[in-house]
T-cell receptor
């Protein structure tokens, strides 16, 4: 089946630094990738949608200059949390679609802790 | 109003029991519905899609009520391995998904 690899699985960084999270589709071409954030005991909240080669579309309330998304190829998307603060600590998950209906595959998630 | 609402539980049931729970959604235009399973600190995994006529996959049965805008999941003959958080997921009609906060099920021996 489809596999999405997400790295790192866990990262601790200092406040003010930037963190990059990678999401790769291993055996299919991901025409669309989605980035979610999940706080404890809450639902996954869609942050942004990215299509290969074009700018990401951000959900209302998500700062595009803080959460930089790059989808340079059909197998790789990156999310960079710039100038991270403790309130950015969360579980970030990507999912990828090959464009067939709702064939979403999730990455294993990245637990970010900003200290 | 949240797009997808679920009873957070927890539902604590003994092995072999039947457990059922619902979720409600607000977007009447939604066409696709899913149940995902999420284990602690892991990514969600698709459990089953939900079809208009209702569908069954082994011990899991899903029902959709469009008129009342709710979806249900029933688990028969619960196993210890069924302990997880079950996420109700609904499309936003733009190929994006809305997730409920999840219903926690704990199956005890």
């Amino acid at each position: 089946g489809a596999v999405v690899s997400q790295h790192p699985s866990r990262v601790i960084c200092k406040s003010g630094t930037s963190v990059k999270i990678e999401c790769r589709s291993l055996d299919f071409q991901a025409t669309t990738m989605f980035w979610y954030r999940q706080f404890p005991k809450q639902s996954l909240m869609l942050m942004a949608t990215s299509n290969e080669g074009s700018k990401a579309t951000y959900e209302q309330g998500v700062e595009k200059d803080k959460f930089l998304i790059n989808h340079a190829s059909l197998t790789l998307s990156t999310l960079t949390v710039t100038s991270a603060h403790p309130e950015d600590s969360s579980f970030y998950i990507c999912s990828a679609s090959d464009g067939e209906n709702y064939g979403y595959t999730f990455g294993s998630g990245t637990r970010l802790t900003v200290v | 109003r949240k797009e997808v609402e679920q009873d957070p539980g927890p539902f604590n049931v003994p092995e072999g029991a039947t457990v059922a729970f619902n979720c409600t959604y607000s977007n009447s235009a939604s066409q696709s519905f899913f149940w995902y399973r999420q284990d602690c600190r892991k990514e969600p995994k698709l459990l089953m899609s939900v079809y208009s006529s209702g569908n069954e996959d082994g011990r899991f049965t899903a029902q959709l009520n469009r008129a009342s805008q709710y979806i249900s999941l029933l688990i028969r003959d619960s196993k210890l391995s069924d302990s997880a958080t079950y996420l109700c997921v609904v499309d936003r009609n733009d190929y994006k998904l809305s997730f409920g906060a999840g219903t926690t099920v704990t199956v005890r021996a």
